[in-house]
T-cell receptor, first 118, second 108 residues
Framework: GAVVSQHPSRVICKSGTSVKIECRSL??????MFWYRQFPKQSLMLMAT?????????EQGVEKDKFLINHASLTLSTLTVTSAHPEDSSFYIC??????????????FGPGTRLTVL | KNEVEQSPQNLTAQEGEFITINCSYS?????LHWLQQHPGGGIVSLFM???GKKKHGRLIATINIQEKHSSLHITASHPRDSAVYIC??????????FGTGTRLQVFP
């Protein structure tokens, strides 16, 4: 099946610094990628939808200046958490949709990135 | 009330038991996903359904569109099946709506 990778898998940073998380589709082209965050024992929450070559669409309540999303190629989207604070500590997961898939419903999930802000 | 409800929230089983996890939803959908999340956090997509039934190894997923209900069955359960199982539906908009998950523990 299609593979999505995320890097890093785990990151610890100091409050006030910025952290970049990469999401790559390894064996397919993804025009659309989704970024989710998950708090402990809670479900995934969609943060934004990233489309290659255009601006991301953010969900209500998600600050676009704090969570910068760049989808510069068909295989890479990045999420940058700017001026991170302890409340940004969470598990961040991306998913990607295969451009050539016959089904627009199919999404492939990355392994997630655990961010801890001290 | 959540648009996607899963039951049970927690489930324990002995190895070899037949397991059923249920998902009910209240919106019109184009597809329903069953996902598996292991303790490390990574998510694996198990099934995507829009009608009927799918089988993969010991896993079976069914969906009844009229009743807005889906079930995930695990036959001959094994400790490695221990994980959180998440139901997610896709309405005709782009966004998946996730259930809160069912935490399964299978003991040897």
């Amino acid at each position: 099946g299609a593979v999505v990778s995320q890097h890093p898998s785990r990151v610890i940073c100091k409050s006030g610094t910025s952290v970049k998380i990469e999401c790559r589709s390894l064996d397919f082209q993804a025009t659309t990628m989704f970024w989710y965050r998950q708090f402990p024992k809670q479900s995934l929450m969609l943060m934004a939808t990233s489309n290659e070559g255009s601006k991301a669409t953010y969900e209500q309540g998600v600050e676009k200046d704090k969570f910068l999303i760049n989808h510069a190629s068909l295989t890479l989207s990045t999420l940058t958490v700017t001026s991170a604070h302890p409340e940004d500590s969470s598990f961040y997961i991306c998913s990607a949709r295969d451009f050539y898939s016959l089904s627009t419903d199919e999404q492939f999930f990355g392994p997630g990135t655990r961010l801890t802000v001290l | 009330k959540n648009e996607v409800e899963q039951s049970p929230q927690n489930l324990t089983a002995q190895e070899g038991e037949f397991i059923t996890i249920n998902c009910s939803y209240s919106v019109g959908i184009s597809a329903l996903h069953w996902l598996q999340q292991h303790p490390g956090g990574g998510i694996v997509s198990l099934f995507m359904l829009s009608s009927g039934k799918k089988k993969h190894g010991r896993l079976i997923a069914t969906i009844n569109i009229q009743e807005k209900h889906s079930s995930l069955h695990i036959t001959a359960s094994h400790p490695r099946d221990s994980a959180v199982y998440i139901c997610a539906v896709r309405p005709p908009t782009d966004k998946l709506i996730f259930g809160t998950g069912t935490r399964l523990q299978v003991f040897p």
